[in-house]
């Protein structure tokens, strides 16, 4: 086992991250259900409210960037981007990937994490897996709402994107 940067021995045995991003305040009981076996949770920014990230602090602990609609008090405690290590794999998160480093695999990422487009995307270019897991909040022109998951192993990494089936009743801003 190694010491992880979540502050707890992680084995090299597999680990669920959840990931979601651009909540904008919406927290939707769906997104909560598809992280439930989450490990730890990854938010890539546009929170809207902290209060997102307490629901998602009741299901694992969380690490969160903010947004370029992350403003207020609450928000300037939140990194423009942050490195999460999970056994030995690091995964670099940020909001808008226009801000990612010039060449994330000569700096050991095994895999980039971003929001901001709202569009879900897994894509693996290099060595480095790069997954927007879409938008979790207010539907935006027609894309799907969805979140993700990272599966993390001793070799490697996966990712699925997990597409949320809403009823009319089930969004609800956070208080």
């Given amino acids: 086992m190694t010491r992880g940067k979540l502050g707890k021995h992680v084995s090299a045995s597999p680990h669920l991250v959840g990931l979601i991003s651009d909540t ?12 439930r ?37 609450w928000a300037r405690s ?9 056994g ?3 995964i670099y998160v940020v909001h808008d990937l226009s801000e990612l480093p010039r060449d994330p695999e000569s700096a050991g990422f095994t895999a980039i994490v971003s929001g901001h487009s709202h569009k879900p995307a897994i894509e693996k270019r290099g060595k480095v897996l790069f997954i927007n897991p879409g938008s979790a909040g207010p539907r935006r022109f027609k894309l799907p709402t969805t979140v993700a998951t990272l599966t993390t192993r001793s070799n490697d990494c996966a990712a699925r994107i997990i597409q949320l089936r809403l009823s009319n009743q089930t969004a609800r801003a956070v208080p």
């Fill in 78 to 86: 939140l990194l423009a981007h942050d490195v999460v290590e999970i």
């Fill in 37 to 73: 076996d989450s490990e730890i949770i990854i938010h890539c920014g546009d929170i809207g409210d902290p209060a997102v990230l307490d629901a998602l602090r009741r299901i694992a602990p969380v690490r969160a960037v903010r947004g370029n609609n992350d403003r207020g008090a």
């Fill in 24 to 35: 904008h305040g919406l927290i939707r009981p769906e997104a909560l259900d598809a992280l």
């Fill in 88 to 90: 030995s794999h690091r």
